[in-house]
């Protein structure tokens, strides 16, 4: 214990040096020692306050150090190697301090580690070095000790949501660094709740939640992501509406893929998604199915919204296959009518010339039937189509009596032609 004390009293005074010295390689040295002190439980939360006050200090003279280097205009004068050094193992001493200790994450956040942390973390994106690499590894660590502080204490989640969203959190999601992107991902998925949720729902914020969505498409292995989507954004309409509006249609089908695979995985009961959003992708699909017509000419851009169309559909077969929690979609107004007419559209768009509505009529020469071993796309949209209406129709007689009206009226129709 002896030892401990006297490094602690080292410490102590090394900081002192820190802040009253010009900075050294030595400091540095004196970090990393405090730094690796701190994984020790023990050690950590026996630390004093005024030590962490000076650490603070060193962190403010760091931030103040960085903003006069890179606005005096001098190239010579630029922030140097050593200062983001000790950038980013202040910033790992404040990240292990945290680790499983409530006493440091309530003694850093009532010191202000979080604003200042924050403001140095957004001062080092504009920072114009040569290679952004220099620039990561304090960024990194940073937004690690965000999220330590914040993980298991409200208090410090509400705190670190209030100075940081949405623009810095949006600002990092930018960073052409996969790490940085992990880490501020891990920072915004356990910062969020009900009400910031609603808050991402929001026109001015929403641009936040779409950064998440293009991060689940572009880079699908962050967990972090995927989780903040399934766990959170799916389960709230006004979310899930807002989001859509604004997205391209690759992203929509990333959302779409998404909600598929939680309707598959935790059933209808226990995933989560609201009766609205089931309307609203309803509703969707009657307003842009035409688009799967215009594949008949081979457009890219069409291509693009009708996949979209394909992915509603894909859901809207999932929400009514026996989930009783989404069988209101059978009373939807005219969605049966709507998908009905649809394949019918798309059977004699088929047949009335070749397109690729003409591999679903891939008749054998002999027989003059279709072949059923067809590995068209064109072919399991069809089925979909059938798959959904005989889902509406199951246990409805007024829904099977509209589809076998409309059936007899197109069987009196085709007796014209």
Not at 169 to 176: G, V
Not at 211 to 218: I, Q, Y
Not at 401 to 416: A, H, P, T, Y
Request: aromatic share 6%.
């Amino acid at each position: 214990m002896a030892e401990s004390i006297d490094d602690k009293q080292k410490i102590s005074a090394a900081l002192a040096d820190v802040l009253n010295a010009k900075q050294s390689p030595e400091h540095l040295q004196v970090l990393k020692t405090f730094t690796s002190a701190l994984k020790d439980a023990e050690y950590r939360d026996a630390v004093a306050e005024d030590v962490f006050s000076d650490l603070l200090k060193v962190l403010i003279r760091l931030l103040e150090g960085l903003q006069s280097a890179s606005e005096s205009g001098d190239d010579d004068a630029r922030p140097s190697a050593l200062q983001l050094q000790l950038t980013a193992e202040c910033f790992r001493s404040q990240r292990n301090s945290c680790v499983q200790s409530p006493r440091n994450q309530e003694l850093l956040r009532e010191l202000g580690f979080i604003g200042i942390s924050l403001k140095l973390l957004s001062y080092l994106q504009t920072l114009n070095l040569e290679t952004k690499d220099a620039l990561y590894e304090p960024l990194r660590c940073g937004i690690q000790f965000l999220g330590n502080l914040a993980v298991g204490n409200q208090m410090s989640k509400d705190e670190v949501w209030r100075l940081s969203f949405p623009d810095i959190l949006l600002e990092l999601l930018c960073i052409d660094d996969e790490k940085v992107v992990n880490y501020t991902s891990m920072v915004l998925h356990t910062c969020l709740d009900e009400a910031k949720v609603e808050d991402l729902s929001k026109p001015q914020n929403i641009k936040l939640a779409l950064k998440v969505m293009e991060l689940c498409r572009t880079q699908p292995d962050l967990d972090w992501t995927v989780l903040m989507a399934t766990q959170h954004f799916l389960k709230s309409s006004a979310l899930v509406e807002s989001m859509y509006s604004g997205m391209s249609h690759h992203d929509r089908v990333t959302l779409l893929e998404l909600l598929l695979a939680q309707l598959r995985e935790e059933g209808s009961e226990g995933c989560g998604i609201p009766p609205s959003v089931a309307h609203f992708l309803a509703s969707s699909f009657q307003k842009g199915c035409g688009a799967v017509l215009t594949l008949a000419t081979g457009s890219a851009s069409s291509n693009e919204e009708a996949l979209t169309v394909i992915s509603l559909l894909d859901v809207l077969c999932e929400m009514t296959s026996d989930h009783k929690q989404f069988m209101f979609l059978q009373d939807h107004p005219d969605l049966l009518e709507t998908t009905v007419e649809l394949l019918e559209q798309v059977h004699a768009i088929g047949k009335a010339s070749r397109n690729i509505f003409s591999a679903t009529q891939n008749f054998s020469p002999f027989t003059g039937e279709e072949d059923p071993t067809s590995d068209s796309p064109v072919v399991s949209f069809k089925a979909h189509l059938i798959r959904l209406i005989g889902n509406l129709c199951h246990g409805n007689t007024s829904n099977q009596n509209k589809v076998r009206s409309c059936v007899e009226m197109m069987n009196r129709i085709n007796r014209l032609i």
